[in-house]
């Protein structure tokens, strides 16, 4: 059973324009996310993350919404650019557990996003 | 930035021998080292949570005697795929926890393992 759900295995936009990324959730316990993006031969490197006690955090071109009674969260990138494009992951954990269980990560499958020049 | 370096990127194997995948943290000490395990088309699952100086934590399903896991210095983990099988061709994958930073944690580049 998959907690973590990224149903859109990949996505198009035009540069300049918006991207949202979506992800959804099934475990309630989780408190903290983060997304993940992904270049080709390359591990993934840490892009934003929040905190369950938030809604929304913002990081440049790079917001991160969270809707907690839906289970969701969306990643936005605004304005698109081509070295956007990557597979983006998100992943959630439960920062509650102790020690080094709190940085376990449960990851969905990943949406590949290409940014159109 | 902080780097994992994970090697090799990628290895060819005869079914029933072992294969060693390291995993380094180069500028920052790894107390805690996480390997990932990717399917294709699959997410990245967790295989085991590995402390330095102590036990691997393999998560359920995960066979610890096949999948041996060594942390022994701070910046230093390895993962042995023993007597490795087709069925364990996969995309294999490391993480470091910076314990200074705690937010964040690094990844290497992965392995891809093929069993022949």
């Known amino acids: 059973d998959q907690q973590v759900k990224q149903n859109s295995p990949s996505l198009s936009v035009q540069e300049g324009r918006i991207s949202i990324l979506n992800c959804d959730y099934t475990?309630?316990?989780?408190?903290?996310f983060l997304w993940y993006k992904k270049y080709p031969a390359e591990g993934p490197t840490f892009l934003i993350s929040?905190?369950?006690?938030?809604d929304k955090n913002e990081d440049g071109r790079f917001t991160v919404f969270l809707n907690k009674s839906a289970k969701h969260l969306s990643l936005h990138i605004v304005p698109s650019q081509p070295g956007d494009s990557a597979v983006y992951f998100c992943?959630?954990?439960?920062?509650?557990?102790?020690?080094?269980?709190?940085?376990?990560?449960?990851f969905g499958k990943g949406t590949k996003l290409s940014v159109i020049p | 930035g902080a780097v994992v370096s994970q090697h090799p990127s990628w290895v060819i194997c005869k079914s029933g021998t072992s294969v060693k995948i390291e995993c380094r943290s180069l500028?920052?000490?790894?107390?805690?080292m996480f390997w990932y395990r990717q399917f294709p088309k699959q997410s990245l699952m967790l295989m085991a949570t590995?402390?330095?100086?102590?036990?691997?934590?393999?998560e359920q399903g995960v066979e610890k005697d096949k999948f041996l896991i060594n942390h022994a210095s701070l910046t230093l983990s390895t993962l042995t795929v023993t007597s490795a099988h087709p069925e364990d061709s996969s995309f294999y994958i490391c993480?470091?926890?910076?314990?200074?930073?705690?937010?964040?944690?690094?990844f290497g580049s992965g392995t891809q393992l093929s069993v022949l």
């Open positions: 993480s470091a926890r910076n314990a200074r930073t705690n937010e964040k944690l690094f």
């Open positions: 992943a959630a954990s439960v920062r509650s557990n102790s020690g080094a269980g709190s940085y376990q990560l449960t």
């Open positions: 500028d920052f000490q790894a107390t805690t």
């Open positions: 475990n309630s316990m989780f408190d903290y």
């Open positions: 929040i905190s369950s006690i938030k």
């Open positions: 590995s402390n330095e100086g102590s036990k691997a934590t393999y």
